[in-house]
């Protein structure tokens, strides 16, 4: 009997922990990465300690704010398109608004709406930041399966080699031994 093919409940249900996967490592990178960028900032901006333009100043603090997203989603992604199989760009869009969700409640909750929606430039960055971590998160799972497909051609090339060794080694051990032949015609 043929194998049936998955029907409409396996399939959909496979996407949905696909999906319940990506929010979570998403969420994962944001949680990861915010407490290793906090330190990196207050560390960071000590040592440079006031800057002369408060642009600069407003940039770097955005930046490395967002390094969950401009690092540790790009990381994570590569390791999952390395063992899985997975659409780049749907995984860095769902990883990257889960991520981001959950940083708007957060500041949200900490100091209210309208500190979210008062700064247009910091919405803008948000947005422009969210994109180009998205964009990176994108290259990086794309990075991952190059990166896979050239491991998996070296294994199999290896073992090929393996095959062949194994083969004339068979062959070898079957073939009469000069000794041999004198034994068995007696």
């Known amino acids: 009997t043929e194998p049936k093919a998955p029907g409409l409940f396996s399939k959909a249900e496979a996407g949905s922990r696909?999906?319940?996967?990506?929010?979570?490592l998403?969420?994962?990178?944001f949680i990861i990465g915010?407490?290793?960028?906090?330190?990196?900032?207050?560390?960071?901006?000590?040592?440079?300690?006031?800057?002369d333009s408060e642009a600069l100043e407003w940039f770097l603090r955005t930046v490395l704010e967002r390094t969950w997203l401009f690092?540790?989603?790009?990381a994570i992604g590569f390791g999952i398109g390395r063992f899985t199989e997975i659409k780049a760009s749907r995984f860095a869009m769902i990883?990257?608004?889960?991520?981001e969700i959950v940083s708007l409640l957060l500041v949200t909750g900490m100091n209210?709406?309208?500190?979210v929606?008062?700064?247009a430039r910091g919405v803008i960055?948000?947005?422009?930041?969210?994109?180009?971590?998205?964009?990176?998160?994108?290259?990086?799972?794309n990075a991952g399966r190059r990166s896979a497909a050239v491991a998996q051609a070296r294994g199999l090339a290896e073992a090929a080699k393996r095959k062949d060794e194994y083969a004339a080694f068979l062959a070898a051990a079957e073939e009469p031994k000069p000794g041999d032949d004198a034994a068995s015609k007696k």
């Open 95 to 99: 990883a990257g608004f889960s991520g």
């Open 18 to 24: 696909q999906i319940v996967l990506q929010i979570g």
């Open 26 to 29: 998403g969420f994962t990178a």
């Open 112 to 115: 209210g709406l309208d500190y």
């Open 71 to 74: 690092v540790f989603v790009p």
């Open 125 to 141: 960055a948000r947005l422009l930041g969210l994109f180009v971590g998205m964009a990176l998160t994108v290259v990086a799972v």
């Open 34 to 51: 915010s407490i290793f960028s906090a330190g990196a900032a207050t560390r960071i901006l000590d040592r440079i300690g006031l800057l």
């Open 117 to 119: 929606t008062q700064d």
